[in-house]
């Protein structure tokens, strides 16, 4: 499994429609990517902080790259409105080996 790994600081008065653009427009096109998994997004706890983090899951890191070249520009252009700061990307593999539950579950 390949992880796309995003950290960017989002406005705060702007979460409710940063999450309906993710709900309505983005996953929308995610869900069209051949080998897309899944979508993690984790919200701060303390709503005053603006620092998100989402995680997306791919089967292979050629569809993982595929999406970068085709979709993710525009992806980007949906959610830079909400945000404050440039996206930072991280690639990693999901070492599955370590995680069978997670992995069982996700391909339920």
Sequence with gaps: MYVRMLDFNLKVEKKPDF?????N???PI???QPGFLEIL???????QQDK???ISLWATKT?????????????????KPYLTSPVTLRLY????????????????
């Design 41 to 47: 997004p984790f919200v701060p706890e303390n709503l």
């Design 19 to 23: 999450i309906k653009v993710i709900k």
């Design 93 to 108: 593999t999901l070492e599955t080996t370590l995680c069978e539950h997670f992995e069982k579950a996700l391909a339920a």
């Design 63 to 79: 569809d993982a790259e595929r999406y970068e070249k085709e979709c993710y520009p525009k992806v980007l252009e949906l959610l």
């Design 25 to 27: 427009e983005v996953l």
């Design 52 to 54: 998100w983090l989402n």
């Design 30 to 32: 995610l869900r069209k």
